[in-house]
């Protein structure tokens, strides 16, 4: 990419010199859903230098209805679907899919993405994952923006985790302070589920991608966590407090996210399944 190119001229009122520095940046993204082959598009177009996928599902046709992807790409993976389209969309980046369960057959490829990105986009719907991937990060001090959808796909949350600064995931969900407006079927249920309309899904991906920029970037103030709520057509943003003695990145941290405590979250996580039921 250079100062040049006609394909990012648009960009130049963003300041051109810094968006210029993401062809040398990696982002490491883990779902590629509703939210995460959005995100890849937004990243993508931008001119990211290298983006790793990370999902092991295929694309069903009861996907087309909120992503990206096309139905003669139905029954592939969806990561390897989305290299396909983000290849047409900007062949100057480098897309690496990961067809792979970070918690099982992925876990020592995920830890190698980890370790090179810049900065990790989560777009998963698990509980457990979601506490997986925070712990990940805080181990290695990786920044972390996740995003996620409610159960009546009209609304929708994003949390931007930067290690030693702000709250972490382990924080959120251990506060006091957990009483706003709108609760995910996280806070309800345990687990989050990825039906959701396309617009929300089209919202949070954005702003999850401007949280990302900022970091990524240097520029803005960074939102610790996005309210967004598709009814009353508002956003709220909430500036949660790091729990110092959280047992992921507090004073007393102690936690560490094994594979074998994951498998318990999960556990957890398909009783809370049945009786939503």
């Known amino acids: 990419m250079t100062l040049s190119d006609e394909r990012y001229s648009r960009l130049r009122i963003f300041n051109y010199a810094r968006l210029e520095k993401l062809r040398d940046m990696h982002v490491l993204i883990v779902g590629a859903g509703g939210l995460g082959a959005v995100c890849s598009d937004i990243m993508a177009r931008l001119g990211t230098g290298k983006i790793t996928i990370f999902d092991y599902d295929t694309l069903e046709e009861g996907n087309l209805n909120r992503m990206i992807f096309r139905a003669d790409q139905i029954g592939m993976k969806k990561v390897v679907a989305l290299r396909e389209y983000l290849e047409k969309v900007n062949s100057e980046v480098e897309v690496i899919p990961e067809p792979y369960d970070i918690t099982r057959e992925g876990y020592e490829a995920f830890l190698e993405a980890l370790k ?38 009209i609304r929708g949350a994003v949390h931007t985790i930067i290690p030693g600064k702000t709250a972490c995931y382990r924080c959120h969900v251990i506060s006091q302070e957990t009483e706003f407006p709108m609760k995910t079927p996280g806070h309800e249920s345990g687990t989050c589920y990825a039906v959701s309309l396309p617009t929300t899904m089209g919202i949070i ?65 398909e009783k809370f399944e049945k009786l939503m039921k």
């Open 205 to 269: 991906s954005a702003l999850e991608c401007q949280e990302a920029l900022k970091i990524l970037l240097g520029f803005g103030k960074i939102n610790p966590y996005i309210i967004y709520d598709g009814l009353a057509g508002t956003m709220q943003v909430i500036n949660w407090k790091r729990n110092p003695n959280c047992q992921v990145c507090g004073k007393r941290k102690k936690e560490r996210i094994s594979r074998k405590k994951l498998r318990e979250l999960e556990d957890i996580e």
């Open 116 to 153: 090179s990105c810049d900065i990790v986009l989560g777009c998963v719907d698990s509980f457990g994952v979601r506490m997986f991937i925070n712990a990940k990060c805080i181990e290695l001090k990786k920044n972390y923006v996740d995003g996620g959808t409610s159960l009546d796909g």
